[in-house]
């Protein structure tokens, strides 16, 4: 089979190697569709906890051998820890994810855990299920802010995310869904999916009950730390900048709430599948293994009008 191999930083190769041989635990994909998103680019720019050469791609989609189509829960958990049996598998002492710590799904086949598949449901195409990853993200986010329809609802990046959250804030009928973005392609998918208000720019004297940092630049929680009204919560996705100052006094002062998400779990990965039905196959930007490098170098260079990137190895 054809897979990519991130070698190093930055540095793509694409290698014909062995097809993995599935054993009683573990089933072989057939790959329709891998998301590119801010794991692959951020690793493509720095492999970080990445053991090199690693196949990246941990939102992967495809056919089991009898034809099924599945999505994959790339997260693996012990099942032992306090957090496993407390049904918070992405704190998991011993998390791994498919395509981070083992290879993943930039090749044209994954071996899996039979326990990772998720069948998709009939008439969610490829590409609507390549929302399915993110969204889950979205929904992690969503439920820990406890928002609920009386909320104004601020929204930092219409990417995958950003996207999700518009969809799970439409989902409960909030009345005040706002979305900043830079893109009008991304804007405008915001609003196919319920956004009421889209900008590209926040007045910087508004202020929102909750507010969602899918980008995670220094700018964005900047931005979306000073858009949080008093006693209101901050939720943060985005990983683009580790480390970074914060005015802690204004927090303190102003009872603010910053709250960390961190993937999902598979019960929120199973609804995420309801959640994608109203995305639009048109958002999806089908990449070979060729292009992939490429569309990396986009992102790094902060081109984000792509709505969502993915690979199709086998087509
Ligand atoms: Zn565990």
């Keep these: 089979m054809k897979a990519l191999f991130l070698e190093k930083q930055k540095t793509l190769s694409i290698k014909e190697v062995n097809t993995p041989i599935e054993t009683n635990d573990n089933v072989l994909i057939d790959i329709e569709v891998t998301g590119i998103g801010g794991s692959e680019y951020l690793g493509f720019n ?37 957090y496993c049996k407390n049904n918070q598998s992405q704190l998991c002492d011993n998390w791994s994810l ?30 609507q299920s390549a929302f399915i990853e993110p969204f889950a993200n979205s929904i992690n986010a969503w ?13 930092i990046g219409a990417g995958s995310l950003g996207l999700g959250i518009v969809t799970c804030a439409n989902n409960i009928n909030c009345k005040n869904i706002n979305i ?17 208000k889209v900008t590209k720019n926040f007045n910087d004297n508004l202020q929102f009950d909750i507010v969602f940092d899918t980008v995670g630049s220094i700018e964005s929680r900047n931005l979306a730390i000073s858009i949080t009204k008093k006693n209101a919560k901050c939720i943060f996705l985005g990983f683009e900048a580790p480390i970074q100052n914060i005015n802690f006094s204004e927090l303190i002062r102003y009872q603010k709430q910053l709250i960390g998400s961190f993937v999902y779990t598979k019960e929120q990965f199973k609804k995420a599948m309801k959640l ?7 958002w999806v930007k089908n990449l070979s ?21 993915v690979l199709r190895p086998n087509k």
Aim: aromatic fraction near 4%; charge should be negative; proline fraction near 4%.
């Design 143 to 155: 439920e820990i802010s406890k928002a609920t329809n009386e909320d104004n609802i601020a929204i």
């Design 98 to 127: 498919i395509g981070v710590q083992s290879n993943g799904g930039f090749a044209q086949k994954v071996l899996v855990p039979n326990k990772s598949l998720i069948e998709i449901p009939n008439g969610l195409s490829w590409e």
């Design 276 to 282: 994608v039905q109203n995305c639009d196959n048109k």
């Design 180 to 196: 900043i973005d830079l893109s009008d392609n991304r804007l405008a998918s915001a609003k196919q999916l319920g956004a009421t």
């Design 46 to 82: 720095n492999p970080g906890i990445r053991s090199l050469p690693n196949i990246m791609g941990h939102s992967i989609c495809g056919t089991t051998e009898n034809g099924t189509r599945v999505a994959v829960y790339p997260l693996l958990s012990c099942n032992k820890c306090n």
């Design 289 to 309: 293994f060729l292009e992939v490098e490429e569309q990396l170098n986009k992102y790094l260079e902060k081109d984000f009008s792509t709505i969502k990137a």
